[in-house]
């Protein structure tokens, strides 16, 4: 559904649009629908072979989608510009090219602008406010197809969160995120507040009110909602449920990804080199776990400024009907953003990551778990991932995992 932008919520957020091209060489589907294949079929785009620059297209967003060659959009030159740009200007690209890396949810009759990460301008933060490109935002969100959840957000699977209730969680989580405590402290505080509000939720006859148990649950102190959101945490737990959306990080075909997952599992015991097609960086799971996550300022604070815009647009609410199972994916976007920078640090020799590592890793974190997961795409791996994703301890076992905070234990 269409639908008016009536929340812009993303600190710090800056786009410009450096023609890297990255967008135009991805597995995604553009799609577009009959009538704008047809205008655009009617330009002399002289194709090598004379190929339709369509291809048609079963599942949802539209009749047709962009076709790849040679793994980019079929309408990227050489210069990596795009040719619909080019030859027929900016308005007749489809909406969804017009809209990157803007994305949006709508929820409750709320449109929530995102920015994807995967964008490598978004991520290092350059190029103009976001608030100073609104007619842009405002346009996109309109034309974009954004689909208006129908189902009720819910906290566990189980009780099901009004609007109200809804917002002052997502106060108390938002509020558990921020603060001068160490990055480490404060994703346990936000773990944490879930997990006693999931246990109080719990049982009773009749269920207790849910409002009154989400202003308790935040007024805890912090050093409790800490001490329960890292308990029970396993570090074989975590890397587990990373390595599954790491096998998604190879080509998009179900062979080369099983391929993929079984090196990781080998890569576990010393017994093979964990390779990144997206980084193009390879080290042995020792390696990479001997690798420190910097402390330095700028990483940090671009980890926090993911971290931060991921909460205020909603983005674990994207695809999750379950705030237990958003924050858990949003944990495991963060375990995952860990990995890949320890990854291409260890690749390149180092001991420490860098800003570059980081930045990588946000991108890589970005792409293959919260804004352009594969993983889950078929109904029987959803299903498997949701009953994961369900687990109020994941979290925990991400922070076990992730080690934000040093010194290092003896994990993979
Ligand atoms: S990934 Fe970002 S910078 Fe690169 S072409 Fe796409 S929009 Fe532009």
């Known amino acids: 559904m269409a639908a008016d932008l009536k929340q812009l919520d993303v600190p710090d957020a800056r786009f410009s649009c450096a023609g890297c091209g990255r967008c135009c060489s991805t597995s995604w589907a553009v799609t577009l629908d ?58 007749h690209k489809p909406e ?3 809209a990157f890396p803007l994305q949006f949810g709508v929820s409750q009759g709320v449109s929530y602008a995102r920015l994807s990460f995967y964008c490598p301008t978004v991520c290092k933060g350059e ?61 346990a505080a936000v773990a944490g507040t879930v997990r006693v509000l999931v246990a109080d939720a719990a049982g009773g006859d009749p269920a207790p009110a849910i409002g009154p ?55 576990s015991i010393g017994l093979a080199q964990h390779h990144s097609a997206f980084l193009r ?25 993911y971290l931060q815009h991921k909460l205020a647009a909603r983005a674990y609410l994207t695809g999750h009907p379950s705030v237990v199972q958003g924050v858990n994916s949003l944990f495991t976007a963060l375990a995952v953003l860990a990995t890949m920078a320890r990854l291409s640090a260890a690749g390149a020799g180092r001991d420490a990551t860098g800003e570059a ?38 979290s925990a076992s991400m922070l076990a995992f992730a080690r934000f905070a040093e010194p290092a234990s003896d994990q993979r």
């Open 281 to 305: 960086a390879s080290a042995s799971a020792s390696k990479r776990s001997r690798v420190r996550f910097t402390t330095d300022e700028a990483s940090l604070a671009r980890v926090d400024r």
């Open 34 to 91: 009959a009538t704008k294949a047809e205008q655009l079929r009617k330009h002399a785009w002289n194709l090598p072979g004379g190929v339709d620059p369509f291809v048609e297209h079963k599942g949802p967003g539209g009749d047709f989608r962009l076709r790849m060659v040679d793994g980019h959009c079929v309408f990227l030159d050489a210069d990596k510009r795009c040719r619909i740009h080019a030859e027929l200007g900016y308005e």
């Open 213 to 267: 148990l989400i202003e308790r649950a935040a007024a805890l102190p912090l050093h409790e909602r800490v001490a329960r959101g890292l308990a029970d945490g396993s570090a074989s737990s975590g890397w587990s449920m990373v390595s599954l959306y790491l096998s998604t990080d190879a080509r998009p075909t179900t062979a080369a990804r099983l391929l993929q997952l079984a090196r990781l599992r080998l890569s």
């Open 127 to 187: 190029g103009k406010k976001l608030t100073e490109q609104m007619k842009w935002v405002r346009a996109a969100a309109r034309a974009t197809n954004a689909e208006e959840r129908t189902e009720a957000t819910t906290l566990d699977g189980a009780r099901a969160l009004g609007a109200r209730d809804f917002a002052a969680l997502h106060g108390a989580l938002v509020s558990a995120a921020s603060g001068g405590a160490p990055l480490h402290e404060r994703l």
């Open 357 to 394: 590592d980081v930045a990588a890793g946000l991108e890589a974190a970005d792409l293959l778990v919260l804004e352009h997961a594969t993983l889950g795409q078929t109904p029987s791996m959803g299903a498997a991932l949701a009953r994961l994703l369900a687990d109020e301890t994941l």
């Open 96 to 98: 969804s090219c017009k």
